[in-house]
């Protein structure tokens, strides 16, 4: 099991630890609702060092990007842009989603993959790579930390003199951050709540010291270390897909909801599967559902219709601690794709109602 | 460092307490028995691993059921965990309170989020049952 550069903090601060992708990493410290709502309500701080990341260097690298992803890369045109995106895969479904960062337009681009994907997608560019684009994985010299919340960039803006607090939604700067130099800050996360993300190399103390000043402004001030559980939980309310359950190698992106980073204006991997879905419509869709009748839906639960047909499945599910109901995402069937269908979750062999509603969840 | 509350749900710094009173079975119940009837509910130990405990769905109300059957469900916002029957009997009452605060459980694991009263088919069974040392014993206490 490999290691972040803060594994010895969450251990030593009294984190429930768990392997997730093959790093020990901390799921919660104080419990998933409190954390929870200290990001919703205050400032919270994710160790997500696991993430991969993939430098792409040279003239052809936007082209390499532009047939792999599905958004449309030639729109970061100016350094400190970036952009969520997905690999497609040849059958029309979904290797990874992604972020992608333009550090020099035209030349040199980030790439952000799921810790879980990160030798998958690195296969999988590189198949593609029929130009010799230069590409680096440098997921384990890389650290990441997602601080998120309302008084996140509040917090943060005191550790450096580049203005990030006019930083817009998907974009970034680069540069000095809690006195270590080439640290990338990006007005991106995985919560809804605002915030940023800070990516720097984890070299000569760099991790501990971000570590150290991170808290040492927000700490006195109630900022708290966030699990991954809570990161869940976040992210579901939010309505943003999870890799592995909301989207995976069988869901297109039309299908999940993401037609809008599916980019037509250019050509790229399942672009004719993906226009024809958009021609024809999709089969099934990914919805948002609340329950209706008390029960929490569960990944991989069946949904059935009235009639008690299958129509579906459920890809993510919980008790939702801001909003106290329980939710969930799925895909249905698309008759019944529509705001306000009925739906019935099936929890240990009972049919619990349920109704379609949209995201984010309210 | 920064100050983080030690309190209940923090592994390193809290203390477990699983009271002498009690029995315990190796899928983390305690039993409280008063004669042929005993009160349920799962140990402080296992209420910490579960975590926020938001659901705890029993249907099983007037069953009589084998020792190590499902009675029950307990869902943390994470999990779902199983409720078996310690030892055989008749499951004669639920915790109704838990519909509507279901953190009793966290916050009061041997008092306000006791989960059922059963009654005891055999008392053998009981002798099977773990007492609050070997228990401690079994988690590694």
Same mark, same amino acid.
């Given at each position: 099991?490999?290691?972040?550069p803060?594994?010895?903090?969450? =251990?030593?601060?009294?984190?429930?630890?768990?392997? &997730?992708?093959?790093?020990?990493?901390?799921?919660?410290?104080?419990?998933?609702?409190?954390e929870?709502?200290?990001?919703?309500?205050?400032?919270?701080?994710?160790?997500?060092s696991?993430?991969?990341? &993939? =430098?792409?260097?040279?003239?052809d690298?936007l082209?390499?990007?532009?047939r792999?992803?599905?958004?449309?890369?030639?729109?970061?045109?100016?350094p400190?842009?970036?952009?969520?995106?997905?690999?497609?895969?040849?059958?029309?479904?979904?290797?990874?989603?992604?972020l992608?960062?333009?550090?020099e337009?035209n030349?040199?681009y980030?790439l952000?993959?799921?810790?879980?994907?990160?030798?998958?997608? +690195?296969? +999988?560019?590189?198949? #593609?790579?029929?130009?010799?684009?230069?590409? #680096?994985?440098i997921?384990d010299?890389?650290?990441?930390?997602?601080?998120?919340?309302?008084?996140?960039?509040?917090?943060?803006?005191?550790?450096?003199?580049?203005?990030?607090?006019?930083?817009?939604?998907?974009?970034?700067?680069?540069?000095?951050?809690?006195?270590?130099?080439?640290v990338?800050?990006?007005?991106?996360?995985?919560?809804?709540?605002?915030?940023?993300?800070?990516? *720097?190399?984890?070299?000569?103390?760099?991790?501990?010291?971000? +570590? $150290?000043?991170?808290?040492?402004?927000g700490?006195p001030?109630?900022m708290k270390?966030?699990?991954?559980?809570?990161?869940d939980?976040?992210?579901?309310?939010m309505?943003?897909?999870?890799?592995?359950?909301?989207?995976?190698?069988?869901?297109?992106?039309?299908?999940?909801?993401?037609? +809008?980073?599916?980019? &037509?204006?250019?050509?790229f991997?399942?672009?004719?599967? *993906?226009?024809?879905q958009?021609?024809?419509?999709?089969?099934?869709k990914?919805?948002g559902?609340?329950m209706?009748?008390?029960?929490?839906?569960?990944? #991989?639960?069946?949904?059935?219709?009235?009639?008690? $047909?299958?129509?579906?499945?459920?890809?993510?599910g919980?008790?939702?601690?801001?909003?106290?109901?329980?939710?969930g995402?799925?895909?249905v069937r698309?008759?019944?794709?529509?705001?306000?269908?009925?739906?019935?979750?099936?929890?240990?062999?009972?049919?619990?109602?349920?109704?379609?509603?949209?995201m984010? &969840?309210? | 460092?920064?100050?983080v509350k030690?309190?209940?749900?923090?592994?390193?710094?809290?203390?477990?307490?699983?009271?002498?009173?009690?029995k315990?079975?190796?899928?983390?119940?305690?039993?409280?028995?008063?004669?042929?009837?005993?009160?349920?509910?799962?140990?402080?130990?296992?209420?910490?691993?579960?975590?926020?405990?938001?659901?705890?769905?029993?249907?099983?109300?007037?069953?009589?059921?084998?020792?190590?059957?499902i009675?029950?469900?307990?869902?943390?916002?994470?999990?779902?965990?199983?409720?078996f029957?310690?030892?055989s009997?008749?499951?004669?009452?639920?915790?109704?309170?838990?519909?509507?605060?279901?953190?009793?459980?966290?916050q009061?694991?041997?008092?306000k989020?006791?989960?059922?009263k059963?009654?005891?088919?055999?008392?053998?069974?009981?002798?099977?049952?773990m007492?609050?040392?070997?228990?401690?014993?079994?988690?590694?206490?």
């Amino acid at each position: 099991m490999k290691n972040t550069p803060f594994t010895d903090k969450h =251990i030593a601060l009294g984190a429930k630890m768990a392997e &997730f992708a093959g790093y020990n990493m901390p799921i919660s410290y104080t419990g998933i609702n409190d954390e929870h709502a200290t990001v919703r309500k205050n400032a919270g701080v994710f160790d997500v060092s696991h993430m991969g990341e &993939f =430098i792409l260097k040279g003239p052809d690298a936007l082209d390499l990007i532009q047939r792999v992803t599905s958004n449309d890369a030639s729109k970061l045109n100016a350094p400190g842009k970036a952009q969520y995106s997905c690999l497609p895969n040849e059958q029309g479904g979904i290797v990874d989603d992604l972020l992608v960062y333009a550090i020099e337009p035209n030349n040199v681009y980030m790439l952000v993959v799921n810790a879980s994907n990160i030798e998958k997608d +690195w296969n +999988w560019i590189s198949k #593609h790579n029929t130009k010799g684009v230069e590409m #680096h994985n440098i997921s384990d010299k890389t650290g990441l930390l997602a601080v998120q919340g309302p008084k996140a960039v509040e917090y943060m803006q005191e550790l450096t003199d580049m203005d990030i607090t006019n930083l817009k939604y998907y974009t970034f700067v680069k540069g000095k951050f809690a006195g270590v130099e080439n640290v990338v800050v990006s007005a991106t996360g995985y919560t809804g709540a605002g915030g940023v993300e800070i990516y *720097f190399e984890d070299q000569d103390g760099a991790g501990e010291k971000i +570590w $150290e000043e991170v808290f040492r402004v927000g700490g006195p001030k109630g900022m708290k270390p966030i699990g991954l559980g809570a990161r869940d939980t976040l992210r579901l309310e939010m309505g943003f897909c999870l890799y592995g359950n909301d989207i995976d190698d069988t869901t297109s992106p039309l299908e999940a909801g993401l037609g +809008w980073i599916t980019k &037509f204006t250019k050509d790229f991997t399942s672009k004719e599967i *993906f226009e024809a879905q958009k021609v024809n419509g999709v089969s099934r869709k990914l919805v948002g559902f609340e329950m209706v009748d008390k029960g929490i839906p569960r990944h #991989h639960y069946k949904i059935q219709n009235n009639a008690g $047909e299958e129509i579906g499945f459920v890809t993510s599910g919980t008790q939702s601690p801001s909003l106290n109901k329980a939710i969930g995402m799925g895909y249905v069937r698309k008759d019944l794709a529509t705001e306000g269908s009925e739906i019935n979750i099936m929890i240990r062999d009972k049919a619990v109602k349920a109704k379609v509603v949209k995201m984010p &969840f309210e | 460092m920064f100050p983080v509350k030690n309190d209940y749900f923090s592994r390193k710094f809290y203390n477990m307490n699983f009271p002498e009173n009690l029995k315990y079975t190796k899928d983390h119940e305690w039993l409280q028995i008063d004669g042929d009837t005993a009160t349920v509910g799962i140990t402080d130990f296992a209420q910490r691993e579960l975590g926020d405990i938001v659901f705890v769905d029993i249907d099983t109300e007037g069953k009589a059921l084998g020792a190590n059957e499902i009675f029950g469900t307990v869902e943390a916002v994470k999990t779902v965990s199983d409720l078996f029957l310690p030892v055989s009997g008749t499951v004669k009452e639920v915790n109704r309170d838990l519909e509507g605060t279901p953190e009793a459980v966290n916050q009061d694991p041997y008092g306000k989020g006791w989960m059922i009263k059963m009654t005891i088919d055999n008392q053998a069974e009981i002798d099977g049952l773990m007492d609050a040392a070997a228990y401690r014993q079994m988690i590694g206490e």
